[in-house]
């Protein structure tokens, strides 16, 4: 990502690192605990003051009016010390995004507005799923653009936190819509918050809805457009959080490695430890050039640079499950105790690799797109 | 077309003949009782899986989650009351005496369900095999009586292994290595036994062992040449436990601190060491590596069951989720590529489990179960009434002479190609099965998608569990240096290991 850098996209790597050093750093552990320990709430209010949540929206609506360089700088730097607030983001921006791209300016401008708790402006979003596979929410027209849901929906990410939610449903039309649904409102049933594998803090809870209100976004059976709109950034914004969580990894286990002596002498001066460490490395510089190269082309809206960007969340999402197992693995025993953040990492990083739904599936699509011509380099 | 003048000489090249045949070689020489106990372990490894593990692994999970302290008492009490903790433990020892092999089917069983609670049992038999490895009877047999008594009073009597240390962890199981460790558990020789200073730390089933069958050293300058194995039990004044690490799976198995301030171990109670190695063959350090050798074969080859039991456990995971998960408009069982995936996965768990069998078998020809693979001892010991075991056969075990002869056979008798072909094979399956168990985890959480990262989908608990099995027991590191060393560098003049 260096390569990006100018003075100012600099700052602002430099203030977000420094908020996580801050912010994110000593209450790592404990804040994986939830929901056996408390949420991060201290956290997300400070995120929320310095504008981190809707970077990408215009200021109208709360944001910064920041493009895809600046969304995968901040997911980067905040994911190297602490992937779940990065993924928190992730989520937000996803449903505003889909919501803003449908020219829901007004309905979006409502929403971010709430006031109350750190959650009020939240999102929530079934991040993890592809919607085209969500078939188990029905809508029914109820007048002036408001349907009646009823149905569920699992893993809805920030669900338990967030004051809206943007759920796939299907209606009478072909294909699926979006719909914004108010989460503290009548017909909503919210589960305990779902053990998962990684990103603890950023919790997700499945959702039964009975009659609950739903306003359309868009038009009806547009999901899958607006859905596309919005698939180039947040495939480059996955690959920054993979991104961050390979740097985390690979700096701990080199720290690691020039403490820890086994056989009389430390790790790293073990050639075959310092193998792993070089495949660490080679992954890690490969993803930063790739996502490097996703923003500068996305930037400048080169042709078919949405299509880098799924290359870039497949390849990164892969990349960072084997990087971060070697993680553990340069770390031994100690790797897989919580004392260390590598375990953490570990699992966030199969977390990470599942957003957007299941990887072959997306990279058949991918497949698909070259197939029709999109231009692949 | 077939000469057997010169045959030796050719059949001894690389690969040899011996090292790639072990299951060959075994078919005559297996007792077909085994056979039919193999599927009697198998099936009550089943039922036990469908009864008590599919249904509590989760709850274990999250137990630990809220709770690091907590112990899973409840669940070594269900396992020491269907007997789990003798089964494998020869009549000798007032054990059920099931064949020792079929100890790895029963934990792939186990461990498809949930790997932690595989370790309640297994890692008890990894005291035990350390125990056994030692060959000093009059010990065993105190010891896993103690365990057999356990079983009917309904107060579990397990056995742990406490080796690894803050400073030496791969170190430890290497003599090539252990001489320039940073040990720190120190055994000073006193009147009548020895002093215990020191901790071990992740020790498995720590807080949950009765018996732990401790490694130190008596000059911690010289560990190599220095190694003595001790018995402690709880309640030895100078011996606690510490805490308990916050692992990030397995969580049903406890990983213990082990703290030693001026523990008094009698001499009663040790296993081994230099004043007992000298009556042998070999020098001390031999003899060390062999009792390392004899262990890590068997326990090896443990964890290889444990990783092809992960392996299995993500794989069933998977069809089941393929099988019931509409995917782009059809089950996902019916993508052509997913069809793929499934067989890769169920490739792996079939090739793991190849390794372990035969690593086994040449535990069983050349290795820790060799005597109790005889035929005629196998079908002796399995037919005699255990009331004349007892009476009869068991006072003979606390005789110097029986100690001494056994220990003839495993240590001076033993050749050095068959601890080669024994530890070499057992560090081929230890990081082959559990690389196939990590990667088959990793394989069902790709096809799962988000699915898969939810614990109530069980594979994530699978993915977290396999991952310890790439680093106990030696890292996959340093089993593939000893495969190395014991299977390939010994032919070739110029190699030297651990000298990088």
New interface residues.
């Given amino acids: 990502m260096k390569s990006l850098m100018n003075s100012e996209l600099g700052m602002f790597e430099q203030t977000v690192s420094d908020f996580a050093a801050g912010e994110l750093l000593d209450g790592r552990q404990e804040n994986d605990?939830f929901p056996?320990g408390p949420l991060f709430e201290e956290v997300l209010r400070k995120a929320r003051a310095v504008g981190f949540f809707s970077v990408t929206l215009p200021e109208e609506l709360d944001g910064c009016e920041m493009g895809v360089t600046e969304l995968c700088v901040l997911l980067d730097s905040l994911s190297r010390i602490d992937a779940s607030l990065a993924a928190v983001i992730f989520t937000d921006t996803l449903a505003k995004e889909i919501v803003y791209r449908s020219r829901g300016f007004l309905q979006l401008k409502d929403l971010v507005a709430r006031v109350g708790e750190y959650g009020g402006g939240l999102f929530a979003f079934?991040s993890?799923?592809?919607p085209?596979?969500s078939?188990g929410l029905l809508a029914e027209p109820v007048g002036e653009g408001l349907y009646s849901l009823s149905g569920t929906v699992?893993?809805v990410v920030l669900g338990g936190i967030a004051g809206s939610a943007v759920l796939p449903a299907r209606t009478a039309a072909e294909g699926y819509s979006f719909f914004v649904v108010d989460l503290a409102g009548p017909g909503l049933g919210v589960s305990v918050p779902?053990?998962?594998?990684?990103l603890h803090a950023c919790p997700a809870v499945d959702i039964t809805l009975e009659g609950a209100r739903g306003a359309l976004v868009g038009g009806e059976g547009l999901g899958a457009e607006y859905l596309e709109r919005v698939t180039g950034t947040m495939n480059a914004a996955a690959a920054a959080m993979s991104l961050g969580v390979m740097k985390g990894s690979f700096e701990e286990a080199v720290s690691y490695a020039r403490q820890r002596?086994?056989?009389?002498?430390e790790i790293i001066?073990?050639?075959?430890?310092r193998r792993?460490l070089a495949r660490m490395a080679v992954k890690l510089k490969v993803c930063d050039m790739v996502v490097a190269e996703a923003c500068r082309n996305a930037e400048e809206s080169l042709p078919g640079w949405e299509l880098g960007a799924r290359a870039a969340a497949l390849y990164s999402g892969e990349a960072s499950?084997e990087l971060t197992?070697d993680g553990?693995?340069v770390l031994?025993?100690n790797?897989?105790?919580?004392?260390y953040g590598q375990?953490k990492r570990?699992?966030d990083a199969?977390?990470i690799?599942?957003l957007m739904?299941?990887?072959?599936?997306r990279e058949?699509e991918l497949m698909r797109k070259v197939l029709e011509g999109e231009p692949l380099y | 077309m077939f000469s057997s003048n010169g045959d030796r000489a050719i059949l001894d090249r690389e690969p040899r003949f011996d090292d790639i045949t072990s299951s060959l070689k075994s078919v005559s020489k297996m007792p077909k009782a085994a056979f039919r106990e193999t599927a009697q372990v198998i099936a009550t490894a089943r039922r036990f899986n469908e009864e008590v593990v599919r249904p509590r692994a989760l709850e274990l999970d999250?137990l630990k989650?809220?709770d690091p302290d907590y112990l899973p008492w409840d669940m070594v009490e269900e396992a020491n009351r269907r007997g789990f903790y003798t089964m494998f433990i020869p009549k000798l020892f007032g054990g059920h005496g099931l064949n020792m092999p079929s100890l790895s089917c029963f934990m792939e069983e186990v461990a498809s369900g949930c790997t932690g609670i595989a370790n309640l049992i297994g890692v008890h038999y990894l005291g035990v095999a350390t125990l056994c490895a030692s060959w000093n009877l009059r010990v065993m047999n105190r010891v896993m009586r103690d365990t057999a008594e356990g079983e009917r009073n309904g107060k579990p009597c397990l056995i742990s292994l406490a080796i690894?240390e803050p400073?030496?962890?791969?170190?430890v199981e290497e003599l090539?290595?252990v001489g320039?460790?940073?040990v720190t558990c120190h055994a000073e020789r006193v009147p009548g036994g020895y002093r215990l200073n020191g901790n071990k730390?992740?020790i498995s089933n720590g807080h949950l062992s009765t018996w732990h069958m401790t490694i130190a050293y008596t000059d911690l300058d010289d560990p190599a040449n220095t190694t003595v194995m001790l018995a402690v039990r709880n309640g030895m004044e100078g011996f606690s436990f510490g805490r308990q690490?916050?692992?990030?799976?397995q969580k049903a198995c406890p990983a213990s601190e082990l703290i030693f301030e001026d523990c008094f171990v009698p001499d009663d109670l040790v296993c081994f060491d230099a004043l007992q190695a000298a009556r042998h063959t070999r020098s001390m350090q031999a003899v060390t590596m062999q009792v390392i050798d004899y262990v890590l074969s068997g326990s090896r080859a443990g964890v290889g069951s444990f990783g092809t039991g992960v392996a299995r456990g993500a794989y069933e995971e998977a069809l089941r989720f393929a099988s019931q998960a509409?995917?782009?408009g059809k089950l996902l069982i019916n993508h052509e590529?997913?069809q793929c995936?499934l067989a890769e996965m169920y490739k792996n768990v079939a090739l793991a489990r190849l390794s372990y069998v035969e690593t086994n078998y040449a535990n069983g020809l050349y290795g820790l179960f060799k005597v109790l693979h005889y035929k005629p001892l196998f079908y002796l010991m399995k037919y005699l009434p255990q009331q004349f075991v007892d009476a009869v056969v068991q006072p003979f075990l606390n005789m110097d002479f029986v100690t001494w002869l056994f220990r003839k056979i495993y240590f001076d008798w033993q050749r050095e190609d068959e601890y080669q072909r024994t530890s070499g094979w057992a560090s081929l399956s230890k990081f082959s099965a559990t690389d196939a168990g990590?990667r088959n985890c990793?394989l069902a959480?790709?096809?799962?998608?988000?699915?898969?990262?939810?614990?109530?989908q069980v594979a994530?608990k699978h993915?977290?569990d396999s991952?310890?099995l790439?680093?106990?027991e030696g890292?996959?590191?340093l089993n593939?240096?000893n495969l190395f060393k014991c299977l390939i560098g010994r032919s070739v003049p110029a190699a030297k290991v651990?000298e990088?």
């Fill in positions: 605990r056996y079934p993890h799923a592809d085209a596979d078939r699992d893993y779902v053990a998962s594998l990684g002596e086994q056989g009389g002498r001066n073990w050639s075959e430890v792993i499950v197992t553990i693995q031994g025993g790797g897989y105790m919580e004392d375990e570990f699992r199969g977390q690799r599942s739904g299941i990887a072959p599936i058949l | 999250r989650h809220e690894t400073g030496a962890g791969t170190d090539e290595l320039k460790a940073k730390i992740f690490e916050h692992k990030m799976g509409e995917v782009g590529w997913a995936v990590v990793q959480l790709e096809l799962m998608g988000g699915a898969g990262v939810r614990t109530d994530e993915l977290r991952k310890l790439q680093i106990y890292t996959n590191q593939r240096l651990f990088d």
